[in-house]
């Protein structure tokens, strides 16, 4: 098994980006469980033809749909390691928590968080900014508000119109409502409107609203735009608000001299939400939650039990737990593959990752001025290229664009995804996968214009 997943990590450029699972194939995986067991040999058969050459295709340098990282085998060696400790992250005095409390220590190091800063490795940003969510809550409400809830109170938040769509869904767990949600307009940077947003927050005050958290995003989802951090903390000291910052993965930016300009500001968060598994390259799931102050944390999350109780000696030893600092008694040694990848690779060579991904979104963008039959449909501030195909009539071109896309992805060339930029859908291309390059980018624009001249064809 090792040794053919090896092979597959090393030869990925030959093969197709992505293919649709045949349905014979996709009917095996309605199978009722067997009664009795099989080979592992015969399963592992199952798996080469049925799962490996169909999964997503985000470890293939041509896979550009969505902000997926590419991965390394490093992780994937880690994975196994880890998977051999079956060690259970939730508490208790063990190695692998001071792993993961080494790999926190690091992160709020590299982005400027003061030593009172704690956090938790967790699936995602989704669950990381669901955290933020919870913390400013209670931080917002009171200690009591642990039990007693919302009561009364008409709590808001504040985030642009790029904002990703967990968010909303974090306040509507929280109890709050997605309805709390101020989405603020953005600039033509596609940063947020910070007059905007003070006279949102005005205007919600004197309606009798308690507004309690302001979100800066550190890379949309859209075109990786950002908004001024530092002038979001600003407002957020004089209004009295949580801020937080999802970087879901633009925060690595500050691992690179050339990209931490875009996040200055970050280090005055109360929390920062962001991903090793993209940037960083870590396998997934990697997600983090950085807290400005652990204290936080704790007074949010940690609750009484008589056996999940710390001592000062014995195996019940080392509070607090992370158990006390998130939602989960149960998790499992994600801090492994980070605590090898940030040392063997540094924060140098993540950094220049980050740095790489840019270059190549900057190649596609130059090449995209100098096809007459493309266009940019939004600026390219980091590794993230929005355009479109615009030789034909101007009522057909969503939907020409929608059919390209998908089939440059069926034919297994390329893996763009789409969006939606200024009412118009855009081929949307992101750059996350360290094995991608300047010849990857100039491949999908090749296979998008064979798409569209076929298509065009076909219609006449």
């Known amino acids: 098994m090792l040794d053919d997943m090896v092979d597959h990590l090393r030869d990925r450029r030959n093969q197709p980006v992505w293919q649709p699972l045949p349905p014979d194939l996709r009917d095996n995986f309605r199978q009722p469980l ?3 067991g099989a080979a592992a040999e015969d399963v592992y058969d199952r798996f080469r033809q049925s799962i490996l050459p169909y999964s997503t ?5 041509r896979f550009m749909g969505w902000v997926h990282g590419g991965g390394t085998p490093l992780g994937m060696l880690a994975e196994m390691l880890a998977g ?5 992250l939730g508490g208790r005095d063990h190695a692998p928590i001071e792993a993961e409390r080494q790999v926190i220590r690091w992160a709020s190091t590299a982005f400027g968080l003061p030593e009172t800063a704690g956090g938790l490795l967790v699936t995602g940003s989704s669950m990381a900014n669901f955290i933020a969510v919870l913390m400013a809550r209670r931080t917002a409400l009171g200690q009591d508000s642990r039990r007693t809830g919302l009561g009364d109170a008409r709590l808001t938040a504040y985030a642009s119109t790029g904002v990703h769509r967990c968010v909303p869904d974090a306040l509507d767990m929280a109890g709050i409502g997605s309805d709390a949600l101020r989405q603020i307009p953005v600039g033509p940077d596609f940063g947020m409107d910070l007059d905007a947003l003070r006279h949102a927050i005005a ?4 309606a009798g609203f308690t507004p309690f958290l302001v979100i800066g995003t550190a890379g949309s989802v859209d075109i990786g735009a950002f908004d001024d951090l530092n002038a979001i903390a600003d407002i957020a000291a004089i209004e009295n608000l949580w801020f937080h910052v999802d970087g879901a993965f633009g925060a690595l930016a500050a691992l690179s001299p050339q990209l931490s300009p875009k996040v200055a500001g970050m280090e005055r968060a109360r929390s920062i939400a962001f991903d090793f598994h993209k940037w960083a390259q870590a396998p997934y799931d990697a997600g983090c939650i ?9 007074a949010t999350f940690a609750s009484p039990a008589a056996y999940l109780t710390a001592t000062d000696r014995g195996l019940s030893g ?3 737990w992370p158990a006390d600092l998130g939602p989960d008694l149960s998790r499992g040694f994600r801090a492994l593959k980070l605590w090898f990848a940030l040392q063997v690779f540094g924060a140098d060579r993540l950094g220049a990752v980050a740095e790489q991904s840019c270059a190549v979104a900057g190649h596609l963008a130059a090449r995209i001025a100098r096809e007459p039959a493309l266009e940019l449909l939004a ?22 664009n929608a059919t ?9 060339l390329a893996a763009p995804s789409t969006t939606t930029i200024g009412g118009h859908l855009a081929i949307r291309a992101a750059f996350v996968n360290h094995r991608s390059r300047a010849e990857d980018a100039d491949a999908l624009v090749d296979a998008l214009l064979a798409a569209a001249r076929a298509a065009v064809s076909q219609a006449v």
């Open 318 to 320: 080392n509070a607090p």
């Open 290 to 298: 950085l807290v400005r102050d652990q204290a936080d944390q704790i």
């Open 404 to 412: 390209i896309v998908a089939d440059v992805q069926e034919a297994g």
């Open 34 to 36: 067997a009664v009795e």
């Open 57 to 61: 295709g985000n470890t293939h340098p």
């Open 84 to 88: 051999g400790l079956n060690a259970n």
């Open 203 to 206: 205007a919600d005050r004197a």
């Open 379 to 400: 600026p390219v501030p980091l590794n993230i290229v929005c355009f479109r195909y615009r030789a034909a009539p101007a009522d057909s071109l969503d939907a020409l």
